[in-house]
């Protein structure tokens, strides 16, 4: 069973993450197409990186076919909390306000962005008088 930290996944996992959330399940191929829109990359670091990523059991492969198919191992979701929780004891002291008020102070919000981000609150503050 791997452990918390090789479930992190790395910046090139992570690309690799982003286009089978997108697609869903795909082939080396498919995502090494992807991939190379954006920027060269070989297939055969694509294939390495993959079998890395499903040792890491960051993917998981059926292998019924003849060219085998890769699926995330988690949901988006659940990955972006992983670091996001990784950051945020790492660099913020476990503080959340400080980690939304350092993101916010990065990158403007737009409204719709601050409205969800109210909202979020809201509900996050109904949750805790239950």
């Not at 992807?34 to 040792?55: F, S």
């Amino acid at each position: 069973m791997p452990d918390n930290k090789s479930l992190r996944p790395t910046e090139a996992e992570l690309e690799i993450l982003r286009v089978l959330w997108k697609r869903g399940a795909s082939t080396v191929r498919e995502v090494y197409q992807e991939l190379a829109k954006e920027r060269p990359i070989g297939y055969t670091t694509v294939l390495k990186m993959m079998q890395i990523m499903t040792e890491k059991g960051l993917v998981s492969r059926d292998e019924k076919e003849r060219a085998h198919i890769y699926r995330a191992a988690a949901p988006e979701e659940q990955t972006q909390r992983q670091l996001v929780t990784h950051l945020m004891e790492r660099a913020f002291g476990g503080s959340a306000s400080k980690l939304m008020m350092q993101a916010l102070a990065a990158q403007k919000a737009s409204p719709e962005e601050i409205k969800q981000m109210r909202e979020m609150l809201s509900q996050f503050e109904k949750e805790q008088k239950l």
